[in-house]
């Protein structure tokens, strides 16, 4: 037996792999992953594999890069690890200003994963309504096709029924508002004609509900689980005016589409100077580490913290994680944080983006629809009869030595930052060719 096989055969025997039917592995097997490096993966035997979707879109800057490296290491020789509560550090503190100053918000509260985030973020407004003696705001809305993360509170929120509707009698109830996504659009509807039709639905719905709503929960400009769904930022200029209005919280979750992925450093600047002028509150995750270490954090505003500053321990926000801003994950935010500044990774950015979308018109001989980018989030959706054909799509680019992982009909290119020419070039061609044998 083979290194490669060895681990396999183990990995299935210790290991319930997330977001998967574990029987499906009979006939698809499991990758071992040795090591990274750039944009590339390698096995135990060698084999490499582009990264095309930066493990879950979580990694900015390519694999065992040098300057997040140093920083863990730096961190790991002074403090690993003290709780939150009662102690803080100079990583958590650092963080939490730079994040402030880059969004408007602030008092961050930090978690693991960007489920635990979506948490935080409805707990907190709904304790905030209690606490402003508006108790009867208790209800939450998102949009069509959201997806929020997979905890039980996340999931209330989700509109993805292969996550949701198994789980169904544990949730709490939610509305869900028309999405926004351009390729829902009647014929000849322009995207911002559409977006304003879809608000012009929230507004009818929130007037009539507002006394019992907490909060609207929304993915700004993509809706990366319903397939990249894109659509046009003055839905949220006017999602904004509309949540003023009638005194309901915008949580803007950032989890995926946060840290340069949409070409500004947060979506919410697409529409907006900043995060604070769409957002009451913020979730990020995903990137925030560069894809290192697990972090997320909620930011606010200071009249929402305010609602919690109290004599009485009940009126407090009491949430908690063991690992709550870890030293060491804040520490490859922070150097994640500083990459970006010192390296002008933005406007690096608009240059490869414009690579891949170039380079991707040579995919129109395939039957696609909806050729789209926003930033560096690149997608297609295919015509196909095959009822496999994410899983087709998915073994047949590992074949090629390429880690795709379609949703549904829809390819999707959200590869690290730090891409070449040449492995753009070499992403696309080979794409054209699993896509071609996926049909």
């Not at 907190?124 to 949009?143: G, P, Q």
């Not at 509807?189 to 719905?205: I, N």
């Not at 209005?245 to 995926?256: F, G, K, P, R, S």
Request: proline share 4%; glycine share 6%; charged share 15%.
């Amino acid at each position: 037996m083979s290194e490669n096989q060895s681990l396999i055969a183990r990995s299935l025997q210790a290991v319930w792999h997330p977001c998967t039917q574990m029987k499906h592995h009979e006939q698809y097997p499991l990758i071992p992953i040795a090591r990274g490096e750039g944009v590339w993966l390698y096995d135990t035997e060698g084999k490499r594999y582009l990264d095309a979707v930066s493990s879950w879109w979580v990694n900015l800057f390519g694999h065992n890069h040098p300057t997040i490296k140093a920083a863990i290491k730096q961190q790991l020789d002074t403090l690993e690890h003290v709780m939150l509560a009662g102690f803080t550090h100079e990583p958590v503190v650092a963080l939490s200003e730079q994040l402030a100053k880059l969004t408007g918000l602030g008092h961050a509260f930090y978690a693991s994963d960007g489920a635990s985030a979506t948490e935080i973020a409805l707990k907190m407004s709904f304790h905030y309504w209690r606490n402003s003696s508006k108790s009867s705001k208790t209800k939450f809305i998102s949009l069509q096709n959201s997806y929020h993360g997979e905890t039980l509170g996340a999931l209330g929120v989700t509109d993805v029924a292969i996550f949701k509707d198994t789980y169904g009698p544990l949730l709490m109830q939610s509305a869900q508002m028309p999405s926004p996504d351009f390729r829902l659009a009647e014929v000849g509807e322009s995207a911002e004609q559409f977006a304003l039709r879809c608000a012009d639905a929230l507004d009818t719905y929130i007037s009539a509900h507002h006394d019992e709503l907490a909060a609207f929960i929304i993915e700004p400009i993509v809706q990366c689980a319903a397939g990249m769904g894109m659509y046009h930022p003055v839905y949220l200029q006017r999602a904004r005016e509309i949540c003023t209005q009638y005194h309901v919280h915008l949580i803007a979750d950032e989890i995926a589409v946060g840290f340069g992925r949409t070409g500004t450093m947060f979506a919410c600047e697409q529409a907006a100077h900043q995060v604070s002028d769409i957002a009451d509150f913020v979730c990020l995750s995903k990137g925030i580490t560069g894809g290192y270490l697990p972090l997320s954090v909620v930011l606010t505003r200071d009249a929402i913290y305010q609602a919690f500053y109290d004599d009485r321990t009940a009126k407090g926000f009491l949430h908690s994680h063991s690992y709550t801003g870890n030293p060491l994950a804040c520490s490859a935010a922070l150097a994640t944080l500083a990459i970006f500044e010192q390296e002008q990774v933005l406007l690096k950015n608009q240059a490869t983006s414009q690579a891949i979308q170039a380079k991707m018109q040579a995919l129109t001989h395939l039957p696609i629809q909806y050729l789209r980018h926003q930033g560096m989030m690149h997608a297609f959706d295919v015509q196909t009869h095959n009822p496999q054909f994410s899983r087709d799509c998915y073994a047949g680019g590992l074949a090629h030595g390429l880690l795709l992982r379609p949703i549904g009909n829809t390819v999707y290119f959200m590869p690290p930052y730090v891409i070449s020419a040449d492995d753009i070039d070499w992403m696309v061609t080979q794409t054209a060719l699993v896509v071609q044998q996926a049909l």
